[in-house]
């Protein structure tokens, strides 16, 4: 019995020894290997004048300035050179994840960003046509290191505001 009774603490012993050498390995090999993009993304986002979603300026008069924030984040997996286009249309006017909004650009802002980073760049317009219903898009377009040029990416953030004349 004596036998039995060590062959069992030995059996233990190299459980144990097998769970946490399994333990080490899982939590030791994780940071040497690099790390994989499972689904690489962009982000892109208008803030309002206060940095936040939602604080937008609604009504504006033609020519008179008004502040925004652009947001662009990248999780791309690499360093990323982005182009933001800020583009004036009207209720009929639209971009879709496979087509530009066809309108007139009123700013273009360029990033070059860090895989994990992201850019906040204040933006001051001024609109140059009355509108009722007026849509202000950003469409972000990423650098195509085969054509070089860059490529809509498909993305795109918009506001409504009306744009009166002034009294």
Known sequence: MGCESVTIDRRISYVLILVIASLSLLTAVPPILPERIVEPFSELGILGPNMKLGDYVEEVEVGEPFSLFLYVGNHEGRA????????????DDYATETDPMDAPVLADYEHVIMNKGNSTTPVTLSIGRPGINSRLVLELYKYDEDIHDFVYSGQWAQIWMNVTTPT
Do not use: E, F, P, S
């Not at 990323?80 to 209720?91: A, D, F, I, P, S």
């Open 80 to 91: 990323m050179y982005y182009r933001t286009l800020v583009k004036l249309g009207g209720q």
